[in-house]
């Protein structure tokens, strides 16, 4: 775990959990987990899900920030607000991707980190 960027008593385990747990209480569709340690230096979990429009996935996104707030963590930063096409919520050690399902599909972050991989692509709903 990086401790620069997250608060020390916050592991990036406990991170997940209010990560996931705000994913399911706005009701994200097809949430999806991938380990990218080894693989780069920025995270060591991406969480990819969608929203069923711009307001939900700009909601979406809010709630992961509150979440993550009460669980000790202030998002380093938050990118695609304004259209709420794709907002991309920065944790440190977790980075949450929230998009519309046609801009998933067209950027296909799943194929783009698990290339290669085998079982490093996880179910949220599986790993819960």
Do not use: C
């Amino acid at each position: 775990m990086s401790t620069a960027r997250t608060n020390k008593a916050v592991t990036t385990a406990t991170l997940r959990k209010s990560v996931i747990d705000a994913l399911e209480e706005l009701k994200a569709k097809d949430v999806r987990e991938i380990d990218v340690r080894g693989k780069t230096s920025i995270a060591d979990l991406l969480v990819i899900a969608s929203g069923t429009s711009a307001r939900h996935v700009k909601s979406i996104a809010d709630e992961v920030g509150k979440f993550a707030k009460k669980a000790g963590v202030m998002p380093l930063g938050v990118e695609g607000e304004q259209e709420g096409e794709w907002v991309l919520v920065d944790l440190g050690d977790v980075i949450v991707h929230v998009m519309l399902p046609r801009i998933r599909e067209f950027y296909g972050l799943e194929r783009l980190w698990t290339v290669g991989d085998h079982g490093h692509e996880i179910d949220a709903a599986q790993a819960s």
